[in-house]
């Protein structure tokens, strides 16, 4: 059967309908639609930035480090690294990651930094990340490991090689034999805090195996090899690649290049193949930026028309950076959720403060201090406290229905509070059934005047999650204030 080839014009129409992965593909593999397919309007349902992939719709791209040892054997963590896809840093001769580019800014990027960065990982596959896999509660472990102790340094070395020691000598207390020091960890520094660090990794331990701590002592030992390699001069029998990952519900494509640029660099040039040199604006439905205290690799002169946007620790600096790159039709958003706590809460800007719908997500963030602060001062219309705090006792928000009750709100405001326990919700009601601007109570809802054409109503609903299972920490109930015009009947 003859092939007909597609028509100029039935090829953009074509385009302009397609998943925007099957455009990337269509023009990376036929430079002469390549022009065409730039011309067309871009949309995207689903776009996520993320410090390990960018994600387009179903489709996520990284862009890693794979070493090739050839026919000589795989170091065992280089081999559980590259079957993750490979290091998410960039490394040197010797196997050490390295840091390039950390606080480099190109045109276009965009600059999420909250000062300028010492050479630390971002999601390292490195040393660092090695003391992950040794202890349970390693994330806590390795965030104050990396404020205290600048990476690939003799200081990172040494601490390396005292955690090593404190497992060796755990691991002859479990095997019941004595521990004899020798040339592997001889040069590790004992006395002063060594002895409650020992401590530490004991009671952190205590439930593992023979076999587990004898794994981690395996992994420590694989971290302290680049160290050794600089310190010898000996540079690892491997190729370094530049390794390309698509993946998608459909399978996984790789493709390896030339490690002849930094991974900073690269990840510059994926994002500008994909979504750079394009003749308008790319529209996006939900922008999701998880990518805090980061220079966000972004092609020059692209534009995003936005509605809803999902962000972490922002305030009014990464607001006003992003601004940049965001058509004017964008604001104000839609829906904006930040990822955010009580003491970093920062709502100022005018891309948080104009947001039709605000949503906090707490969930990780309680601590023992209030929102209604917070909540005082927010003027968006809609928004949604994911979780109350650790109080004793819980925050009933009294202070901010009293507030709303005197100051008034637009008509149509509405925020939802997650309270843990029902009882909190119930006593809030209960007290407010006894004032004296009651006009209408249920066994969930008190109605109260605020002035001749304007009512609060403050009520109380279950969280619907469906599917999932709640922490004791997470919320189960919602309460609601609502303003409303008066009913007059």
């Known amino acids: 059967m003859p092939v007909i080839p597609v028509r100029y014009e039935s090829l953009k129409a074509i385009l302009s309908y397609m998943d925007p992965n099957t455009r990337f593909q269509i023009s990376l593999r036929i430079p002469s639609v390549s022009s065409l397919e730039s011309r067309i309007p871009l949309k995207i349902e689903n ?4 410090g390990l992939e960018t994600k387009v719709n179903e489709v996520s791209y990284q862009v890693r480090v794979y070493r090739d040892y050839g026919r000589n054997e795989n170091p065992p963590d280089v081999l559980r690294i590259n079957q993750k896809g490979g290091p998410n840093d960039d490394i040197d001769q010797y196997g050490l990651i390295i840091f390039p580019g950390l606080n480099n800014v190109l ?25 992950v896999n040794v202890l349970p509660g390693g994330i806590d472990l390795r965030i104050r490991f990396l404020l205290d102790v600048p990476a690939n340094t003799e200081g990172q070395e040494q601490h390396l090689l005292q955690v090593l020691r404190a497992l060796k000598m755990i691991l002859a207390e479990r095997l019941n034999q004595e521990y004899i020091e020798d040339d592997e960890t001889r040069n590790a520094v004992v006395g002063g805090a060594w002895n409650a660090l020992v401590e530490t990794y004991r009671r952190m331990t205590l439930n593992y195996s023979v076999e587990t701590i004898k794994s981690r002592i395996q992994s420590l030992r694989d971290s302290l090899r680049p ?48 979504f750079g040199n394009r003749g308008s604006s790319i529209s996006v439905k939900n922008l999701n930026i998880i ?19 999902e962000v972490t620790n922002w305030n009014s600096r990464e607001f006003e950076r992003f601004k940049q790159v965001i058509h004017p039709s964008s604001f104000p958003i839609r829906r904006l959720k930040v ?52 109080l004793n006792s819980p925050n009933n928000y009294m202070d901010l229905i009293e507030n709303w009750l005197q100051q008034g709100r637009p008509v149509g405001t509405c925020f939802y509070m997650g309270i843990k326990n029902e009882e909190t919700v119930k006593q809030c009601l209960d007290t407010l059934k006894q004032r004296q601007e009651v006009i209408g109570s249920s066994e969930k809802q008190v109605q109260l005047r605020i002035n001749a054409a304007l009512m609060l109503e403050v009520s109380y609903e279950a969280i619907e999650q469906p599917g999932r299972f709640l922490r004791n920490d997470q919320s189960k109930w919602w309460l609601k204030l609502r303003i409303v015009r008066r009913r007059y009947d």
């Open 107 to 131: 045109p276009g990027d965009i600059d999420l930094r909250t000062g300028v960065h010492r050479d630390i990982p971002e999601n390292a596959e490195g040393p660092a990340q090695h003391l």
């Open 47 to 50: 776009l996520a930035f993320t």
């Open 227 to 274: 160290f050794n390699n600089r310190r010898d001069n000996r540079i690892p029998p491997c190729t370094s690649w530049i390794q390309f990952t698509r993946s998608s519900p459909k399978g996984l494509t790789i493709q390896r290049v030339a490690y002849n640029k930094y991974l900073y660099e690269a990840r510059k040039t994926v994002h500008t193949k994909l």
């Open 291 to 309: 990518h805090h205290d980061r220079i966000l690799r972004f092609p020059a002169a692209t534009i995003l028309k936005i509605e809803n946007l």
């Open 339 to 390: 990822s955010s706590s009580v003491f970093t809460a920062d709502f100022q800007h005018a891309i948080a403060r104009e947001a039709k719908y605000l949503i906090i997500d707490n969930a990780f963030a309680n601590a023992f201090a209030s929102w209604t602060p917070i909540l005082l001062n927010l003027t968006n219309r809609r928004v949604c406290l994911k979780n109350e705090n650790t």
